[in-house]
């Protein structure tokens, strides 16, 4: 979970209120009053005696009054207490895990569509924001790389990475190659860039170009030319957004101010990923609550994220944003499931492209 200021944890009868208070919230969207809660007859408490228990609950920062009068509202402590605390610890329901595999293994081998999908599951299954960071191509470990011929000049470059990233590429060499002349490249570059990062494999090709063409043997030459191609640009991460619209419905989007700054979050994309980047690291799950990040604390919205991949090389990032009132019970499950699911999915559709 994400760092934040401890606070001292309330008694536990303190504690079952505030959890009540939470709940309560998240389905209303309204202010908690006393009487609400003493309705729920699960305390044996009268509402005055709630009433005090809440107030002592705000002035340890777990919970805080709007306006004078109105009912309470947990704060960025208080959800981060009911998270790690006192919210049961629930899996994602059967039919969801089943929509989610029969969806993802619709499109296995489809990068491009498996990412899509996993951010459209997102905003389904939690009426949140879905985000899907892609993996920057020259951060990429190279795991293996196979050019496979076409007509003509044509070829498909097939390349593989460490964490499990399929990409294809169509590209055209200098002169028609044979299909041998194809494998032997392929499986020299395989075997000398193999566990670099795209960016580090550019670089290596770019001192061999340096060298006058005639100490290349041919393959090299040849391999030079194909790589330089299949490598392309250096591209940053990617950024995949679906749902903002399922947002805008809740009522915490019904002033006009608010709905401009969502729509601001979502103008520079390159700054969204930068502060995505620095907010989510590490394994498991994340949850960034309004006044923890300049990202969350504007819109009082919150963050439920994750990285996705391998162990040892994470190739990316996917999460749920929206308001600050949303269901962690299922959002938090979700996302964990969903991150662990795309890592694999991915080694799926390198395991498959390896056997091709």
Known sequence: MVAHSRRASPADRDSEI???????????????????????ERHGLSSASIRNVMADLEDQGFLAQPYKSAGRVPTASGYHFYIDSLMPSKSIS????????????????????????????????????????????????????????????????VMVSVGGLVENRVIETLHEMSREELVRISNYLTENCSGLTLRQIRDKLLGLMAQERAELDEVLADAVDLAQ???????????????????????????????????????????????????????????????????????????????????????GSLGIFGPSRMD?????????????????????????ETEE
């Open 328 to 352: 962690y019970q299922k959002v938090v499950p979700l996302v964990s499931y969903l991150g662990a699911t795309l890592g694999q999915a991915l080694q799926a559709s390198t395991d498959d």
């Open 229 to 315: 191609q299949a490598l392309g640009a250096d591209d940053g991460p990617g950024l995949l957004v679906e749902g903002t619209e399922v947002v805008l419905g809740q009522p915490e989007l019904s002033d006009i101010p608010r709905v401009r700054r969502l729509i601001e979050t979502f103008t520079d994309k390159a700054d969204l990923v930068r502060m995505l980047n620095q907010l989510i690291g590490g394994e498991g799950v994340r949850v960034i609550i309004g006044e923890d990040s300049d990202l969350t604390s504007d819109l009082d919205f919150s963050l439920v994220a994750t990285t996705y991949g391998s162990k040892e090389h994470a190739l």
């Open 94 to 157: 059967e039919p969801n895990r089943r929509l989610i595999e029969g969806e993802l293994q619709s499109v296995l081998s489809d990068v491009e569509k498996l990412m899509e999908v996993v951010t459209h599951l997102l905003t389904q299954l939690s009426n949140q924001i879905g985000l899907v960071v892609t993996p920057p191509v020259g951060e990429t470990v190279l795991k293996a790389i196979n050019f496979i011929k076409l007509s003509g000049r044509r070829a498909l470059c």
């Open 18 to 40: 505030l959890r009540d208070v939470i709940h309560t919230f998240i389905s209303s969207g309204e202010p908690v009053s006393s009487r609400a809660v003493a309705k729920l």
